[in-house]
Structure formats: structure tokens, C-alpha cells
């Protein structure tokens, strides 16, 4: 059992190492991903998902933007808005994501989670236009936490909002951006006061406020 544990630790070590060497390209999107799995699984466990599907949701979570090593870093890191040429590029790095991880033993739900983050309850989001209805629950655990750090996170193009502004934006997509429940569920466990937001102090570690 201690052997399982420490094989399990080193596998997540691994994967956020992964994601470090990713973001390091990025001084903005630093530790996204790490605090997209931190609200990703609070999100889960609100859902009262099991312990297998929390841990799926986990590796989505910090695998999600590895497609973007395969984005130029001038527009990874540019400090004005994307054009519409440069978004449709950036709007990619799910398919990219997915081509890199196509050799690691992964359960399917996970390259479902990490292809599909972007499709829309409503059937309008990008790329297939998949309705909600047809696709996992887990990906729009994925695509509200994934949505809420970046709401709350400042770029260089625009400051990060408050909490509060970020869960009414959620709240606001119901049933069209995002599924109803997994909204309900981020809404309960936000106002239980688990969904702290995190921040990066000007060392790089993880603060909550």
C-alpha cells in the first residue's frame, strides 16, 4: 500500500512538473492549471463524484493546456488582445493536447475533458458544437473551473475580477455556456466558502484571499 501511495504522489509530482515546464513560457498563466485542479475537484466533491472520478478530473485538469507548448509564445504572450486569426490559433491547443497525450495510458473520460473544455452547454462552443447532453458531465467541471481562474486571474491585457463578479458571470450561463448542475454545484460550494480564490505573491507561491 505505502508503495501504491508513493507511485500515485510521484505520478501527480510528475504531471505538475509537466505543466511547469509548460507555463514557464507564460508569466501570466503560471500556476493556472494547478488552480484549475484545486477548484476542479472542490467543484467534485460538491458533486459527491467518487474518489476515481475526482482523480480523473485531476489529471484533465493539469493536462488541460499542454497543447499549448505547441503555440507560438508570441502569441502565448502577447500583452494586447488576440485578433480573431490569433484566437482561432490559441482555440486550438485542445486538439494539440490531445495529439501529445495520445500515447499515455489514459482513461478516455480524461481525453474527453481535455478535448471537449471549450464545447458549450447550448451546443454553440468550440470545436465540435457538442451539446451538453452528449458529453460527460465531468467536462464542465472542468470548463467552470477552468473559466472561474481565469475570470479572477489578471492578464496583461485585463485585470482579474473579484470572486463575486466571476460567480455572477457563472452564474449568468447557466444552461448556456455551462450545465446547470455543475453551476448549481460551484454556486453551493462557493457560498459555503470553498472556493477562495487563488493568487501568486511575487515569489510564484499559491495564496488564497
Do not use: C
Not at 482523480?55 to 500583452?79: F, M, Q, R, Y
Not at 451538453?132 to 464542465?140: M, N, R, S, T
Amino acid at each position: 500500500f505505502s508503495l501504491y501511495i508513493d507511485v500515485k504522489h510521484n505520478y501527480f509530482v510528475m504531471l505538475k512538473t509537466l505543466t511547469y515546464s509548460i507555463e514557464a513560457k507564460d508569466e501570466y498563466t503560471r500556476g493556472h492549471s494547478e488552480r484549475v485542479e484545486e477548484y476542479a475537484k472542490i467543484i467534485a466533491k460538491e458533486m459527491r463524484y467518487s474518489s476515481s472520478q475526482i482523480e480523473d478530473i485531476t489529471v484533465a485538469a493539469l493536462l488541460h493546456d499542454v497543447g499549448k507548448i505547441g503555440i507560438d509564445e508570441s502569441i502565448l504572450t502577447k500583452p494586447t488582445s488576440l485578433t480573431p486569426e490569433e484566437r482561432e490559433i490559441i482555440m486550438k491547443h485542445p486538439q494539440i493536447s490531445v495529439q501529445i497525450l495520445k500515447e499515455v495510458k489514459l482513461r478516455p473520460i480524461v481525453f474527453e475533458m481535455i478535448l471537449h473544455h471549450y464545447e458549450k452547454y447550448d451546443g454553440t462552443g468550440y470545436f465540435s458544437g457538442i451539446s451538453g447532453e452528449e458529453l460527460p458531465v465531468e467536462v464542465f467541471v472542468l470548463s467552470v473551473a477552468d473559466t472561474y481562474d481565469a475570470i479572477t486571474s489578471t492578464r496583461p491585457y485585463s485585470p482579474g475580477l473579484s470572486a463575486e463578479m466571476a460567480k455572477d458571470l457563472i452564474l449568468k450561463e447557466k444552461g448556456k455556456q455551462f450545465h446547470p448542475k455543475v453551476v448549481d454545484a460551484f454556486v453551493r460550494a462557493y457560498d459555503k466558502g470553498n472556493m477562495t480564490v487563488l493568487v501568486r505573491n511575487y515569489e510564484g507561491r499559491e495564496l488564497a484571499y
